[in-house]
């Protein structure tokens, strides 16, 4: 019997591996990125808030948990909207609170 050679793996071009950072190897997130945007086209308001409770609960319990909320954290702003480490880093609407309002 003729064992197969298994099929090759084709190399990231330096521009595509530059996008990988490996603290996030094994995430739960892989390959559901659009779920975890800020905004979805059509969407409303009710079931965006559905969707980011699902995401929230799917990062909380994620191996690389604490990776992702570093990584996040060295973002911009304007990098980081979506869900990031269960927390929703989306853009806020409005004028930011003064400093001291609760």
Do not use: N, Y
Not at 65 to 75: F, G, I, N, V, W
């Amino acid at each position: 019997m003729k064992i197969a050679k298994p099929p090759s793996i084709p190399k990231l071009s330096a521009a595509l591996a530059a996008l990988v950072d490996e603290r996030l190897v094994g995430a739960r997130c892989a390959g559901r990125a659009p779920l975890f945007d800020s905004f979805i086209e059509g969407e409303t308001p009710a079931a965006r808030i559905e969707r980011f409770e699902w995401c929230a609960h799917l990062c909380r319990a994620c191996p690389v948990l604490a990776a992702c909320d570093q990584a996040a954290s060295e973002l911009t702003a304007a990098e980081r909207t979506g869900i990031w480490a269960s927390a929703d880093r989306s853009p806020t609407v409005g004028r930011p609170p003064k400093e001291g309002a609760a």
